[in-house]
């Protein structure tokens, strides 16, 4: 625990059950100890290195004389360490433990064994009391223990009497040692000659703290001389510096901090002491109550600061600004210069310029401007903030540290220095675009302006290079330029900066500044006011020493085209004059060079300069300056390039010999430099044909092998002479052309995209020509073909180039020759995938290929469908969102339409079609209202109905489209999208949507009188299909006008198919009982009629049910007998049907029946010619339920209905239903009624006897030979009947009887082998520009960007150096070296020992008393500075340490350097807020807050003592920075006013 404490690794107060491993570790660091098994490799456990550290702690005792330090030994816990993983190793700890020799407590036998079982119940037995006086031996062992305890007690005594006797004897030692330190004479012996070692023994075996104190005064007294200070690092006294921080009081550390101090201001030693662990006692030394100490501290940490790096430097920046929070920087001036001038020494070294800006310390700077306004504050804030800004990262955090409403202060109240400072931050911050918006303001500017003093050289520099970066900008140049006037000033201080001695970097920033300016176009007009710029300019350009800038100036001048007309053309031509004089005499290349950029600037911007330049001798001119360089060479052509684009100039060009000169020119230049004659050549191109001799192959040879701009200019020739017939025709016999394009497309090179653009022309072009066939087959085995391909789908981004390889791969698929071969090179695919860009061009050549190959589709089937062609055009048409490219227009829309048309024939493509919404799609293609769209769409879907796939169409939008197909035509149109929904309606999904929306239409068709037969049969097939397969369709079918279409078809069909589908039909739509009024209205009764004379068994059974389903119906059964109802079952009755005669029997004698329920039906029935026809044939029938219905409408008919129904519906009885009754009765008396019942009874069942004998009962009076047996028996036949059996006679009899019809459905009979449609193939042509365009190349003109300002480097600014700060560069602390004061707070630190009262103290010199009077108060000690060091004695002092140890002064300024009287701050700068509480300096005073009911001052700093316990917490305010709460001014009831004097400090209440 001892070693932990010295190391500083463990507090005072730590017990050792709050041990942790990591506290083991950091020891065995210290130790050096490896904490990993050289062996194995493996980390050791804490068991492990707690038995190296048992180990290494007793060589340590051994070597210092078998005693541990501070009388303590090592105490290894067994709780937390080792307990918290399950127990310590007891194998590695059982030696620790001695056997016990004899049961003092009473353990049981094991207990003593050395074992884990013993060890264990030795740490948890509890004690367990014996009776010690029964026991011989426990009686013996008591007086042992009673005698040891007596003798530990007399021991105790006397240990205590030497350990006083001890301390007294270390201090005298400690007195000595301190006197030989301070002796000059001693002091090498003292150091060299065991004084150094004598002083580490004491302190470590000393707890005295006076000795501790004496201990450290002695080794700071030493550290002030660098060969001492050297041996004491030797003698490794920084771990004895933990070791008095730590056992040492207040006064220690103070003595211990000025030791570590005086070590840190020699040089040399930043990085040894540093790796003596001298971070480790400052940080603790942080912690210090008093301030003094800490400023010690913060100086230390400062001075050694230097050396540091990576996370030891952030570890310092954060130990400073920790300490720099504890002093109330806020309110004292002293705290703040003191802070200022600390974190401008770090910001000095380059490893800190980032970690001060990330640790916070910028809001520390804003605090010091805003709460101490003085000069000596915005002196060393303005470098630190400037220092800071050099690093671009810490700029965007100044800004956002509210800087911006600090600078005008910083300028206001700062030294020349300082303002420079600040500036030269403000041009760093512009510089990486920030604040612009705070400084571009006409006061501010107008500031900046004004200090442009020539008396203060870097002040001037300084702000010339703000003005420099505000240039930059359009708004703050107008306001320099319009409300300013910095022009006329600025011209001003360049005209006479010979005269001023303005330094060489502050004009060529103000020359920037006006470059920069004149390249604004808003201000320009306002820049070429000043009269005098032009003369200072071409002053300038001819012996000025900035003519590099100045060129820069008139080349942005020279951008405007105004600038002709601003200065006249005497003027312009001297300009001109002038810099063609420079060219031609100028000292340097680079001036050269300026100068003809200034007359391509002219050229480009004022075309009336070209002709000028040009003359009569400009090409000779450059030809005479020589040709050999070729940087010159490459401005020549530049500006002869120019020239070249005014179109009359291009004429002379040639005849001046420019060709000449460019063939000679090609062999020097670079290049870049054939680029520019590549487009003079361009440029002559669109005026001349460059056909000669030698031209096209140097154009050829510009495109082998290179990448530059040249290919642009040279493909943008070719392609200009592909637009021309005659040179096109030329260039198509070219056999190399063509794969050097497509190379140079493949290979890519400068301004790729305008290069493949031309190159993709050009080739198109030629492709359009006529090629010879063996060119053709070239192409394709060198591979040129696929490199096309791959090149427009991979290699090209520009879609203008992408649609000229659409078109030059059309044109080659447009010969038939070799179009197979072509679609296998993936020629097609290629066209295909350039439908996916965004141009709807693209897109129509894209389609247009498609549909010229399906037009082909029998030998390009495969291909389409590997392609999945189907699946893209369907896409198109539907505008489906995951397809990219451009939405398909009106053509492109019947384009993809006519080619699914052609790919609709093939069976694969077209179940293909099925997979995707074709529906959508030809629903698509029908909007467009066109014949040839809704053919489109009719054929494609006619085609996919035959197909198992087409259920893919159902509830979608397919039926609809042909139903509008239907309705709109034309013909061939109507009839696919019949056939269509015919063949739709063989499959069940179909039946709901072709019911609700397909049939009434087509029902409706029917009558159309323009459709062919088949179309109408095509619709019969439908209607059968669905009647006879969704019964929901019925009602539809009715309320349609099914009936008379079946009217009409019947008129003209006599086929028995067509026939027997139409009485299906019927049979059908007549099982809807609910319509049958509909039914007889539409005229359903002739149509069976008619079909009943046919002598088809099937048909017959469809209209015998259908009769049966109507006779249902009451309301309709007598005009169905009206509309010769008998007639039709007469007819249903008169041939053999073979099996099908019963069920059509059935059928008749339930409709008869259903007749016979209503007696005003049974009567019009009864006088029916053919009804007894019918009868007879019913009764001859041998099936049982016809001759049981036949049976039943006898009797019926015979007896009284129980209904009779007036024509106008009501309801009729008595006399009027018996005179019907009876007449119903003669009737059937009349025609043979009762031979039919004995008839009946002849050859029916007992049922039907039964019935018969009711019948000749009702006619009993008319029954002839009544005594013939036969007629008895079957009038006593009655009497077996059942009375049951006649409920149900006078009941309608539904059509329930099963139907062995089976309905076959029919698709149409309707084929379509072909669209008709014919591809076109006529080769596509590439416009180019016809008009005179000229080559535009993008060419470096300085004065489009502007003059960059030049960033600040050593070598324009001087940047301070760090410096080592001592403890004399603060002074001694004394009150009247002090400038001002502000509101303190101070604490009193009861350890204090130095705090002494002027006078004693009446309750007996107690030093925690309140000082409430002017007798109370606390005498401040002064320090002495000796050497440049801060020490704690001098020769002539009290030998008394603690008399000696003096606090020292970190006042900027001490005594000496204070020249003014008391009173004042001899500055007229310094400046005070009243609202921030601070006092003015005329006052001095300061206030104490109340604490705890008791306050006092400190006495050892000056009145940075603002302690507060807890850390203090940093608000949103600036003002309030590092402070726990906003800062106010505490009310008058919570504080008391010091008023300090010179002699010292008196207390006011």
Known sequence: ??????????????????????????????????????????????????????????????????????????????????????????????????????????????????????????????????????????????????????????????????????????????????????????????????????????????????????????????????????????????PLTSCLIENGDEQTRFCTAIAICNMTTHDGLDTTLVRAGVMMPLQSLLSSSRLDTLCFTLLSIHNVANCMTAADAEGAVR???????????????????????????????????????????????????????????????????????????NRRDIYGSGVAQQIIRMVELGSPQSRAYTLLMVGNLLGSGLIQDKIAKEDVLNTVIDLLDPKFKEQCLAAAFVISHLSHSLSAGSVMVNKCDVVPKVLKLVAERKQNGIEVHAVSYLWTALANLAHKDTLFDKVMEEKTLATTLAEEATNGDQQEIVAQLMLNMSEHAELYTIVGDKVFAKLVLSFKTLFIRGDTSDIRKTSICILINLAICIPESRAITLGNDLVDILEESGLDSPELNHKFITLLYLISCEPTLCPKLVDFGVQRMLMTVVKTVTDEGRDVIAAILHNLSLKRALLGTGVLGSLVSFLRNCKSIRVLWVSRAIANMSSYPRSRAILSKEKKLVPCLSGIMRTGSQEADRVQHYCALAICNIFGSHLDKSIVDNLIKNGTVVDLVVVTLLRVNSITTKEALGKALFNLLSRGDVREELVKLDVLEALIELSRIELSELLELSVKSVFNISCETKRYAKKLEALKVPHAMISRMVINPELQGARATTTVKITCGKAIANMSFDNELATAMTHEKLAEACNAINNLKSDEARYCAAVTVFNVSFLDNCMALANSVAVPMLVSILQSGPILCTQLAVAALCNFSLHEVFMDQLSSLALAPLIKAISAAHLDSTVKIDIVYFIYNVTTAFEPSHKVAIE?????????????????????????????????????????????????????????????????????????????????????????????????????????????????????IQLEDALYMSKEERFISVIKVLCKSTNDDVLWQTAVVVYNMLNSPSVVRAPDGSILGGKKVEVLSRDCKDTLLKRGVIQIIFDLAATGSDSVKHLCSASLHSVAEHIPNSDDPAVLQLIMALLDADGDQFGEVGDRVANDLPYSQVATPHGTDFSHTETGFTGNWQPLSCEVDSIFKPASIPMEVSGSAGYDTKPLTSGIVALEQPVRFKGEDFGSFRGESRPSTSQVETIHHDDDPLEESETDDPQGGDPHATLTSQEGGNQRVRFRDVQGVVTGFSDDESTNPNDAIRAPDISPRGPSASGTPKGGTGRKDLRRKSSSGIKSPGRHKKQVWEESGRSSTASVLPSILNLSADKPQVPSDTLGALQGTEYKPKSPKHMVSVQRSFSGARIMS
């Open 1 to 238: 625990m001892p070693y932990m404490l010295s190391y500083g690794i463990v507090s005072k107060g730590t017990s050792p059950s709050d041990l942790t491993d990591s506290d083991f570790k950091d020891l065995a660091n210290k130790f050096k100890i490896k904490l990993v098994d050289s062996k194995y490799n493996r980390p050791l456990s804490v068991d492990q290195i707690i038995r190296q550290l048992w180990n290494h702690t007793e060589h340590l005792d051994v070597r210092r004389g078998g005693r541990r330090v501070g009388n303590a030994s090592i105490v290894v816990p067994t709780t937390h360490a080792a307990a918290d993983r399950g127990g310590m190793n007891m194998s590695a700890t059982k030696t620790k433990f001695k056997e016990l020799d004899k049961n003092y407590f009473g353990l049981p036998p094991y207990a003593l064994n050395r074992t884990a079982e013993g060890i264990v119940y030795q740490c948890r037995k509890p004690y367990e009391h014996r009776d010690l006086s029964r026991d011989a031996d426990a009686t013996s062992f008591r007086r042992e223990l009673e005698h040891a305890l007596d003798s530990e007690r007399q021991q105790g005594d006397t240990a205590e009497h030497k350990k006083a006797e001890n301390h007294i004897a270390q201090r005298k030692v400690a007195a000595a040692l301190s006197a030989m330190a301070r002796n000059e004479a001693m002091r090498s012996v003292f150091v060299y000659k065991g004084g150094v070692d004598a002083v580490i023994k004491l302190a470590y075996e000393s707890t005295d703290t006076e000795v501790l104190s004496s201990c450290a005064s002695s080794i700071g007294k030493v550290a002030e001389y660098l060969d001492y200070t050297t041996h004491l690092i030797e003698k490794n006294v920084i």
């Open 1040 to 1156: 349609g006008g099914v009936i008379v279409a079946m009217a009409k078809i019947v008129k003209v069909h006599t086929d028995e198919q067509i026939i027997g589908m139409v009485g299906r039909i019927l049979k059908e739509v007549c099982m809807e009982d609910t319509l049958s009024r509909r039914l007889l209205a539409d005229g359903v009764m002739p149509i069976i009629l008619k079909l009943a004379k046919y002598e088809y068994p099937s048909l017959k059974l469809d209209l015998a049910s259908a009769m049966c389903s109507m006779s249902v119906t009451p309301d309709t059964s007598l005009k169905m007998l009206k509309l010769e109802a008998i007639d039709i079952l007469f007819w249903l009755t008169l041939h053999d049907c073979l099996n099908m005669y019963d069920p059509i029997r059935k059928y008749v004698a339930r409709t008869v029946r259903n007749f016979t």
């Open 319 to 393: 130990l400073c600004l920790q300490g720099c929070k504890r002093l109330d920087f806020m309110h004292d001036y002293e705290s703040a210069d003191f802070i200022g001038r600390l974190f401008r020494n770090m910001s000095r070294m380059p490893q800190y310029v980032s970690l001060l800006g990330e640790e916070g310390v910028l809001p520390v700077l804003i605090s010091l401007l805003e709460c101490q306004p003085v000069t000596e504050i915005v002196d060393s804030t303005s470098e630190t903030f400037f220092n800071l800004s050099m690093l671009r990262k």
